[in-house]
């Protein structure tokens, strides 16, 4: 399957800075990369879809001010998370959209390893 | 209702048992069907896809989709203890186009005793 990297892969912070996860795809070029939250032993919250060159889509009740998204690049997509605070501390993961041609394009998404973001 | 059900279990099978896990969805134009396998502390991985109606087969693992029914499953035989996971059915919606993107049930947390 297609590789997603994520960095850092853990990050504790002090409230009120700022932090940048970065998510690239290893082996292929990703025109779509997701962020998703979640909270220990809860599902996947679908924050924002990111579009290589174009704004990101953010799900309702996700603030686009405080969680910035770049996808600068086919290969690379970051978040960052401004102003923390305790609150925002959550596993952030990302993944990247794979399409696959075989008579019908077909949409399969490739997931990073994750960002463990603490906020003291 | 949930886009995407999954019963939560959690689901408790002897090892070498057959794990059933179910799915059912919401949106009759859903086109492609995901298993992932997530770990306690990790991020999910993709084990199965599914887009035609029927069985798909890949080692131990079978998904089965019937479009009628709305409805997905995984099968996994001669279940081992590394099998112990949660197990998340996702589905991508509207089909081919930019505006993609996945659902997700809430996961099936299984375990697999010795």
């Known amino acids: 399957g297609a590789v997603v990297s994520q960095h850092p892969s853990r990050v504790i912070c002090k409230s009120g800075t700022s932090v940048k996860i970065e998510c690239r795809s290893l082996d292929f070029q990703a025109t779509t990369m997701f962020w998703y939250r979640q909270f220990p032993k809860k599902s996947l919250m679908l924050m924002a879809t990111s579009n290589e060159g174009s704004k990101a889509t953010y799900e309702q009740g996700v603030e686009k001010d405080k969680f910035l998204i770049n996808h600068a690049s086919l290969t690379l997509s970051t978040l960052t998370v401004t102003s923390a605070h305790p609150e925002d501390s959550s596993f952030y993961i990302c993944s990247a959209r794979v399409r696959i041609a075989g008579g019908l394009f077909t949409d399969t998404q490739y997931f990073g390893p994750g960002t463990r973001l603490t906020v003291l | 209702q949930k886009e995407v059900e999954q019963n939560s279990g959690p689901l408790s099978v002897p090892e070498g048992a057959i794990a059933s896990l179910n799915c059912t969805y919401s949106d009759r134009v859903s086109q492609s069907f995901f298993w992932y396998r997530q770990y306690s502390g990790k991020s999910p991985e993709l084990i199965m896809s599914i887009y035609s109606n029927g069985d798909k087969e890949d080692g131990r693992f079978t998904a089965q989709l019937n479009k009628a029914s709305q409805y997905v499953s995984l099968l996994i035989r001669d279940s081992q203890p590394s099998d112990s996971a949660t197990y998340l059915c996702?589905?991508?919606?509207?089909?081919?186009?930019?505006?993609?993107?996945?659902?997700f049930g809430d996961g099936t947390t299984l375990t697999v005793k010795p």
């Open positions: 996702a589905v991508w919606g509207p089909y081919n186009t930019n505006a993609g993107k996945s659902t």
